[in-house]
């Protein structure tokens, strides 16, 4: 969960706003993307970097609060799995998720035990709405309180 709190920065306080920004809508669709690298960040955690290449660069543009859906074979199943977005929008080559082993959880178990730097994967193009419209010409201060699975969006925010 995150919370934002807006403040116009005078000393009047704070509310918390939600503003929605204007998003291209586009079609979901996976596409092939190479494992650059696979940082493990705790025992149970990786962060998992995409290359993106030139050509599906506009595809795989996003903004901060988005996600990636990955479409994984375990076992000769099927099975997709969303996962935060938590590198830099400011990034074209590369776009980053956060993967946590979930107890018993077959993806996620698959990802941080067995993932290796130059597999292929079958990535959906960012999707979501959770974020705010940021422009710089209408400068905020802003507050983020973040805990369990709203840490991983929010860092690609800052």
């Known amino acids: 969960m995150m919370v934002v709190i807006e403040s116009n920065g ?11 920004p204007k998003m291209v ?34 595809d795989f543009s996003f903004t ?6 990955l479409k994984l074979h375990v076992n000769g199943e099927e099975l997709r799995r969303s996962y ?3 590198s830099s929008p400011l990034d074209k080559d590369h776009i980053c998720i ?33 974020f705010t419209h940021l422009d710089a010409s209408q400068e905020r201060h802003y507050v983020a309180f973040a805990a ?4 991983t969006p929010s860092s690609a925010s800052l």
């Open 148 to 151: 369990g699975s709203g840490i």
């Open 84 to 86: 935060s977005i938590c």
């Open 25 to 58: 809508q586009r079609m979901a669709r996976f596409h092939t993307l190479q494992v650059a690298n696979v940082s493990k960040e705790t025992s149970d955690c990786i962060v998992v970097d995409f290359k993106v290449p030139e050509a599906l660069r506009t």
């Open 98 to 130: 956060a993967v946590k082993k979930v107890d018993k959880g077959r993806a996620s178990t698959q990802l941080v035990e067995r993932l290796k730097p130059g597999a292929p994967l079958e990535v959906m193009t960012p999707m979501g709405n959770f």
């Open 10 to 20: 005078s000393h009047g306080g704070a509310s918390a706003t939600f503003v929605a």
């Open 64 to 69: 901060h609060g988005q996600y990636l859906t």
